[in-house]
Nanobody, 126 residues
Framework: VQLQASGGGLVQTGGSLRLSCAAS????????MGWFRRAPGKEREFVSV????????DYADSVKGRFTISRDNAKNTVYLQMTSLKPEDTAVYYC????????????????????WGQGTLVTVSS
């Protein structure tokens, strides 16, 4: 199983980025997909998750209204559209897959996830 995250980079405050995570080697269409991040000197935290059908999503309060998660099961890819970026969004962003998740299941706990990508760095300058 491979989860390949991409799309990170350097952006100014208020800017936008779209992260992508391409999955291979697992049944993507029955996996809930999550995004987490780890800021410098901090622990990894939940950002967003989407159920395998795409019918349900969940967001951390810190990104609600600014970030949008989506998925394309035909392309085995999950996206995280990030807008109105702030310096506190600076982190390495990781995608993760919860294989065989129940319908509508949108887990926030990192321990639930079976597979993790390598991360992509997002830096927001002030």
């Amino acid at each position: 199983v491979q989860l390949q995250a991409s799309g990170g980079g350097l952006v100014q405050t208020g800017g936008s980025l779209r992260l992508s995570c391409a999955a291979s080697g697992l049944t993507f269409s029955t996996s809930a997909m999550g995004w987490f991040r780890r800021a410098p000197g901090k622990e990894r935290e939940f950002v967003s998750v989407i159920s395998w059908s795409g019918s349900r999503t969940d967001y951390a309060d810190s990104v609600k209204g600014r970030f949008t998660i989506s998925r394309d099961n035909a392309k085995n890819t999950v996206y995280l559209q990030m807008t109105s970026l702030k310096p506190e969004d600076t982190a390495v962003y990781y995608c993760a897959a919860d294989y065989g998740a129940g319908y509508g299941y949108t887990p926030r706990k990192s321990s639930v996830y079976d597979y993790w990508g390598q991360g992509t760095l997002v830096t927001v300058s002030s």
